[in-house]
């Protein structure tokens, strides 16, 4: 299935896996619009792309869901619909449960669950209305195996596949697709951004993250996936796609694994 001329909107565009897809989507001749909170960031995004003339920016803040009526009904104004909707910002944590504040962890589902969810419910009825859209979230393997540091953060991720898996059976009918996109380590700003115990950012690159994927060979992989209108994939290394599926058939073999597998 070719993407060229298709409408793609990606959310935290600004800089790592919502750039990189950004890029592979212009080089495919799709229409996109980049959204984050960093307009200027988004610019340069877009000048980057093989087809800037075919990037809009739409800046949007998922933490201010007050506004997303209004932001969802710009961007369809932009190309005049929109055809698929990538749900990727988001903000990780490294900090342990019994440490972190429980604002911090409330911050964490503020953008990661209810801001993603809010803009979707936003876009709904225009999916609706034409019969025919695509929600895609890029989420995590945390998303289906929770490790250390990551508590908040993975229960976020979990709550996304409870709720976009209902989604996708209630809008089958309207012939709505839903694909979940599961990153293991990827080489991104993704730790530097997380957030710490006490809500700073942790300022460090992890040597996991370090060591993961180049952020163009998952943005190849994700935009296949999505494009063949994969339900749920996982992109990452050996060790992460193994670790799915112990946690599938040997979930105590996976309890001892994830206490010695080094997260950061």
Request: overall charge positive.
């Amino acid at each position: 299935m070719s993407v060229k001329d298709k409408i793609i909107w990606i959310t935290g565009a600004s800089s790592g896996i919502g750039a990189a897809m950004a890029n592979e989507y212009s080089k495919r001749g799709a229409k996109l619009i980049l959204s984050s909170r960093n307009s200027e960031e988004l610019e340069k995004v877009k000048s980057l792309c093989m087809y800037p003339n075919s990037v809009k920016v739409l800046p949007i803040d998922l933490a201010n869901t007050s506004t997303f009526k209004k932001t969802v009904a710009q961007a369809i104004d932009m190309y005049g619909s929109v055809d698929v909707m990538i749900n990727n910002a988001g903000i990780s944590q490294r900090s342990f449960a019994a440490e972190t504040n429980l604002e911090v962890d409330r911050k964490i589902f503020d953008i990661n669950y209810f801001g993603t969810i809010a803009l979707t419910k936003a876009m709904i009825p225009h999916f609706v209305e034409n019969r025919n859209g695509h929600f895609v979230v890029i989420t995590s393997v945390v998303g289906k195996i929770g490790t250390p540091l990551r508590s908040s953060y993975s229960a976020s991720k979990h709550a996304l596949h409870g709720f976009f898996d209902s989604l996708r059976a209630e809008l089958y009918k309207d012939q709505i697709k839903v694909s979940l996109i599961c990153p293991g380590y990827v080489n991104t700003k993704v730790s530097i951004n997380a957030l710490t115990a006490q809500g700073e950012k942790q300022g460090t690159l992890d040597k996991a993250t370090a060591n993961g994927l180049d952020p163009e060979h998952f943005a190849r992989k994700a935009v296949k996936a999505i494009t063949r209108e994969k339900q749920e994939v996982v992109i990452g290394g050996l060790l992460e796609k193994v670790a799915v599926y112990v946690k599938r058939f040997f979930p105590l073999l996976l309890s001892i694994m994830v206490r010695k597998i080094p997260v950061t």
